[in-house]
């Protein structure tokens, strides 16, 4: 790591699915909202929650938990959704990502972020972008731009757009 790069400060907003906290950058956070029904999207991914509208647009909103393969859980007064912006290609796209709770904004220094565990060749942990080392324990820091494929964001993408236009 370079010594700009290890001396550098970034924020990160840390929110928890079960027991494992995460964190993104706080430059991809637009805003946190509490829990909001959504509008289930027909032949969408079970991971999938639906759409909502976010002052006149149209936000999919997709539940993280099943996404990373977790079970899932019924809501709780701490459930939030994210809105996180992601890209597709040259476009950005607005996500709404469903967390059980959200913790805390934080400062962390490029040399407290460890490089992602090497699990093998069979798990995809691309979107991994590193462990922060934060109170005394680890926290999973998500690059969201990886989390989905680009087939998975166009899929999210034209759900909602679909729906915008009916």
Do not use: W
């Amino acid at each position: 790591m370079s010594e700009l790069t290890e001396r550098s400060i970034t924020q990160y907003l840390s929110f928890t699915l079960g027991d494992e906290v995460y964190a993104i950058e706080i430059g991809k956070v637009k805003e946190v909202l509490d829990n909001t029904p959504t509008t289930k999207v027909p032949k969408t991914p079970d991971y999938m929650r639906g759409i909502i509208n976010l002052r006149g647009s149209v936000v999919p909103v997709v539940d993280l938990r099943l996404k990373f393969g977790m079970d899932e859980i019924q809501s709780t007064v701490d459930t939030c959704i994210i809105i996180v912006e992601t890209r597709l290609e040259d476009e950005l796209v607005m996500i709404g990502a469903l967390a059980d709770s959200v913790r805390e904004v934080f400062d962390l220094m490029g040399d407290e972020i460890e490089p992602p565990p090497k699990i093998g060749t069979k798990l995809d942990i691309d979107f991994i972008k590193g462990m922060g080392k934060h109170d005394g324990g680890f926290i999973i820091i998500l690059d969201f731009d990886r989390v989905f494929s680009k087939e998975e964001i166009e899929i999210v993408s034209q759900a909602g757009a679909i729906t915008e236009q009916e």
